[in-house]
């Protein structure tokens, strides 16, 4: 991943090209002083892209008892 550092001052002025940077997937730094402040980045999650199930079949599991009520000692934290 390319990144750019930009001073804040100037960031103020580039922020539609700097966001269009970000999403191509370039990593823009904000900075003041050459010290990092923030980070832009383009959001992984694509909008109306639609979710897959049964991908990861097997990765997880669920215990028989998940939703069995928890004992009286959870809640007064006692041992």
């Known amino acids: 991943m390319a990144t750019k550092t930009v001073d804040i001052q100037d960031a103020q002025t580039q922020l539609t090209e ?4 970000a999403l191509q997937g370039t990593e823009v730094i904000f900075a003041r002083d050459n010290m990092p ?3 832009l980045t ?3 999650a694509v909008p109306g892209k639609k979710r ?5 079949e097997g990765a997880i599991w669920t215990s ?8 009286d000692e959870f809640w007064l934290g006692a041992e």
């Open 37 to 39: 402040l923030a980070r």
């Open 64 to 71: 028989e008892d998940f939703d069995d009520p928890l004992p």
């Open 42 to 44: 383009a959001v992984d």
């Open 18 to 21: 700097l966001l269009d940077l």
């Open 52 to 56: 897959v199930a049964g991908l990861h």
